[in-house]
């Protein structure tokens, strides 16, 4: 994730009159890695999973333009975690989770209902397949970050030209757990209190909450605990933001 321009204003970031500059940026973006090995569908997975983190997944056409820039410009066939839905043989899935949200099919796909996988082309659109088939593959990766206040991980993530998470997809969230698992309960999420009022940090619009009803949570109205992270089954959670906590950069 490149950032286009922008900052937050380190000091004076409680006062109503602190400023934030904000910029383009997508919701997700960790980093695509290409396989050269050829391997069917599930084996393709199960390598994924042991070595990376999953299969690739798309959740707009710059999350594919990404892909390109991540593997070296170019794109070539592979596997991507593009599967049917087992139960509903119209629905497709990610192999992460969660139904998928974004269509990048090749003109006429998905062609047969035999083929139960999926496969991105080289100019970036998707084909149905034989899940036994060998194919070259994706994998995505995430990585989580050493314990920080919720700021020194703001800056940590935007010196990297990357950003804190912001709000997740199914298949995002999914990801993020599988990460999480064995390490930590929680992580810094790029959610603000400023000026009155919740925010995510790199400007996309406050679509939705999804806050933690149990402890002492006073998300409200915080007086001391002013900053966001999420818990590793996908509720909200607000820290004092000199606590340190886990993070990832994407």
Request: aromatic share 12%; with cysteine; charged share 25%.
């Given at each position: 994730m490149?950032?286009?321009?922008?900052?937050v204003?380190?000091?004076?970031?409680e006062?109503r009159?602190?400023?934030?500059?904000?910029f383009?940026s997508p919701?997700?973006?960790?980093?695509h890695?290409?396989?050269?090995?050829?391997?069917?569908?599930?084996?393709a997975?199960?390598y994924?999973?042991?070595?990376y983190?999953?299969?690739?997944f798309?959740?707009?056409?710059?999350?594919?333009?990404?892909?390109?820039?991540?593997?070296?410009?170019?794109i070539?066939?592979?596997?991507i975690?593009?599967?049917?839905?087992?139960?509903?043989?119209?629905?497709w899935m990610?192999?992460?989770?969660?139904?998928?949200?974004?269509?990048?099919w090749?003109s006429?796909?998905?062609?047969?209902?035999?083929e139960?996988?999926g496969?991105?082309?080289?100019?970036g659109k998707?084909n149905?397949?034989?899940?036994?088939?060998l194919?070259h593959?994706?994998?995505?990766?995430?990585?989580?970050e050493e314990?920080?206040?919720?700021?020194?991980a703001?800056s940590h993530?935007r010196?990297?030209?990357?950003?804190?998470?912001?709000?997740?997809?199914e298949?995002?969230?999914?990801?993020?757990k599988?990460k999480?698992?064995?390490?930590?309960?929680?992580?810094w999420?790029?959610?603000r209190?400023?000026a009155?009022?919740?925010?995510?940090?790199?400007?996309?619009?406050?679509e939705?909450?999804?806050?933690?009803?149990?402890?002492?949570?006073?998300?409200?109205c915080?007086?001391?605990?002013?900053?966001?992270?999420?818990?590793?089954e996908?509720?909200w959670?607000n820290?004092?933001?000199?606590?340190k906590?886990?993070f990832?950069c994407?």
């Amino acid at each position: 994730m490149f950032l286009d321009s922008g900052q937050v204003k380190a000091s004076n970031l409680e006062g109503r009159s602190s400023f934030l500059t904000y910029f383009s940026s997508p919701l997700f973006r960790p980093k695509h890695i290409f396989i050269r090995r050829k391997l069917n569908w599930n084996e393709a997975q199960a390598y994924c999973r042991q070595h990376y983190t999953e299969l690739s997944f798309f959740n707009s056409q710059s999350d594919i333009d990404k892909l390109q820039n991540d593997t070296g410009g170019s794109i070539n066939h592979g596997w991507i975690g593009l599967q049917r839905d087992p139960n509903n043989n119209t629905a497709w899935m990610w192999s992460g989770g969660g139904y998928i949200t974004y269509e990048n099919w090749h003109s006429g796909q998905p062609s047969n209902s035999r083929e139960n996988k999926g496969n991105i082309r080289p100019d970036g659109k998707w084909n149905d397949r034989i899940g036994t088939n060998l194919l070259h593959f994706y994998c995505i990766d995430v990585t989580v970050e050493e314990k920080m206040s919720w700021e020194d991980a703001l800056s940590h993530c935007r010196e990297k030209q990357t950003d804190l998470a912001n709000q997740l997809s199914e298949a995002e969230l999914h990801l993020a757990k599988v990460k999480v698992k064995n390490i930590t309960q929680r992580f810094w999420i790029g959610l603000r209190y400023l000026a009155d009022r919740w925010l995510w940090v790199n400007g996309e619009p406050l679509e939705h909450e999804s806050w933690s009803q149990g402890g002492d949570q006073d998300h409200h109205c915080p007086i001391q605990k002013r900053c966001g992270a999420i818990h590793k089954e996908g509720l909200w959670e607000n820290w004092d933001c000199q606590d340190k906590l886990h993070f990832m950069c994407i």
